[in-house]
């Protein structure tokens, strides 16, 4: 059984700074990407305290105590709270506010991150376009990699096996929609955030869906 109670064990905030990690390599220039990164981070930016989006403060990120046993590297995101996990060694995590997929579009789960990308360029699929027309039938043919993509500025792509589900955790150009139901069905995080999180974040990892209702069960995938 997959249930959001298995993993928390306080709240009790620990703030602390990301950590610098490795960078994958990809075709787009390296210079664009670091123009649209100053583009997208405050002045002066702190992880901790930066909140121009003024998101409510347990949403900025923070680091936290959760049940020891848990796989360092994997992420958990609890749906009702909000919240993504990325365990650390020794019983921490890093928490982060998120968006999740509005009404039934959530999806609940195991799932595995088998891609990752900075600058993404994004399409919808055509269930989003047969469902929402007049937002998602003029990117049919794709949106270009900005500030402005949906996807944002990072994007961690989810699977079930060897199969796309074309659920990701990513960036939003809508940063005031973290902590709510806004998405269609990804997990949404402000821009810095996953900046901070993508360079830590290593293919392979196990990324656990929560349901977003009390008393739900989600099986693996």
Same mark, same amino acid.
């Given at each position: 059984?997959?249930t ?11 703030f602390?700074?990301?950590i ?21 981070t405050p002045?002066?930016?702190? *992880?901790?305290?930066?909140? *121009? ?9 923070t680091?936290?105590e959760?049940?020891?046993?848990l796989?360092?590297? +994997? ?11 990325h ?38 699929? *055509? ?21 402005a ?14 199969? +796309? ?26 821009m ?17 869906l ?5 008393g ?6």
């Open positions: 059984m997959l959001r109670r298995h993993f928390i064990l306080t709240t009790t905030t620990l602390s700074s990301a610098a990690g490795p960078v994958l390599a990809a075709s787009h220039s390296t210079d664009q990407w670091a123009a649209w990164d100053a583009q997208v002045p002066g930016y702190d *992880p901790a305290t930066t909140n *121009p989006w003024g998101l409510h403060p347990r949403l900025l990120p680091r936290v959760v049940r020891s046993g796989v360092p590297g +994997d992420i958990h995101v609890d749906a009702i709270a909000r919240y993504l996990y365990i650390e060694g020794g019983g921490t995590a890093m928490r982060y506010g998120v968006a999740i997929g509005r009404g039934g579009l959530y999806e609940p789960g195991v799932y595995t991150v088998r891609r990752k990308a900075k600058w993404p360029s994004w399409t919808p699929t *055509p269930m989003m376009i047969e469902r929402e027309p007049e937002i998602y039938a003029k990117y049919a043919d794709g949106m270009e990699p900005g500030p993509n949906a996807l944002g500025s990072r994007a961690l792509y989810l699977y079930a096996g060897d199969r +796309d589900t074309y659920l990701r955790i990513h960036g939003t150009p809508l940063p005031r929609s973290i902590g709510s139901r806004a998405s269609s069905g990804c997990v949404r995080m402000v810095p955030h996953i900046n901070d999180l993508y360079e830590l974040v290593e293919t392979g990892i196990t990324v656990y929560y349901p977003a209702e009390e739900n069960v989600a099986t693996a995938v």
